[in-house]
């Protein structure tokens, strides 16, 4: 059978806040999501056997823990809820990893989320974005994100309230100390912040502000001071960065987002990247405004 070949596209997070932790120790965010132009790949076959297999870069990685592998397995066993038959729902998927894992760029999540789309078409179910969005809920909170089809959002809940957000194209700078953070140790942390207060200002305002200034002063990410503690690497590429650019931690790290606001601003990145230690990893990288979302079909 002939294959066909999608892209899945990085995430940075403008800010994030912790508003809360519920009972069930989920903890309530507010958080603005925007795809950047950086992509695995994955590249999927139907098998009319009901087998999935999930082969490529696995980045250490049981398949069975594999976030786009658990989203065909949680697809299939939602289709066969739905009544569709799965005996010949199956698929070989191949995954090439270029987003680095546990660097806050949402790779993983992405991944589930494009496996989603992607056999949804494929093995003809139709199940709407919502539907699609509860069964990626359960893979991990930024895979509604994902699932759904702006390019940039504001979130709230547990990361599965969305509204879309109409924010503009920038260049930015990323910056990983090439060290991975575990998410789970930080939002597990004593000392995170849990009782960030609840935005006040409109969606309309909130666009308003993101496209005159994205780091807004108001603004923070809560997970920036425990992921300092956990990885003083990650606090070490902020402190070189905060002095070039407007910059901060994307999700709970280990990538610095910096975004040039003048062409002063610009050219003094690229002459601190010129200079920064060799293992870091500096990537330059643009925002996805346009309604280009994953799941594209190369």
């Known amino acids: 059978m002939p294959h066909t070949v999608y892209l899945s596209p990085a ?3 403008w800010f994030l ?3 809360g932790q519920r009972d069930d120790g989920y903890h309530t965010l507010e958080t603005v999501f925007q795809q950047i132009d950086w992509y695995d790949t994955l590249h999927i076959q139907l098998r009319n056997d009901g087998n999935i297999h999930l082969q490529g870069d696995s980045c250490g990685v049981a398949i069975e823990t594999n976030l786009a592998y658990r989203a065909a397995v949680a697809l299939k066993t939602f289709a066969h809820q ?3 038959s799965n005996d010949v729902l199956g698929a070989d998927i191949h995954l090439q990893k270029n987003i680095p894992t546990g660097a806050g760029l949402g790779g993983g999540s992405s991944n589930a989320a494009t496996v989603l789309l992607a056999l949804n078409q494929l093995w003809h179910l139709n199940f709407s974005h919502s539907q699609l969005q509860s069964i990626g809920l359960k893979l991990g909170a930024d895979v509604p994100f994902f699932v759904s089809e702006h390019p940039a959002a504001f979130a709230q809940g547990i990361g599965e309230q969305l509204s879309p957000l109409d924010l503009p194209k920038r260049e930015i700078l990323l910056v990983n100390p090439n060290v991975h953070v575990n998410t ?3 939002f597990t942390h004593p000392n995170l912040p849990r009782q960030h207060p609840a935005l006040t200002t409109s969606l309309f305002e909130l ?3 993101l496209h005159e200034q994205p780091f807004q002063a ?3 990410n809560d997970l920036e001071s425990v992921t300092f503690e956990l990885s003083p690497e990650v606090k070490m590429v902020y402190n070189a960065l905060q002095h070039v650019a407007p910059t901060r931690m994307s999700g709970s790290g280990s990538t610095l987002v910096a975004c040039p606001m003048s062409d ?3 050219a003094a990145l690229k002459a601190w990247v010129a200079n920064a230690p060799a293992h870091w990893q500096c990537r330059w990288a643009n ?3 346009t309604q280009s979302t994953n799941g594209d079909i190369l």
């Open 11 to 13: 995430k940075i997070n």
């Open 184 to 186: 789970g140790a930080v």
């Open 207 to 209: 666009q308003q502000q």
């Open 264 to 266: 002063d601003e610009s």
């Open 17 to 19: 806040h912790v508003t």
């Open 82 to 84: 739905h009544n569709h």
């Open 287 to 289: 925002t996805i405004s």
């Open 218 to 220: 108001q603004h923070r």
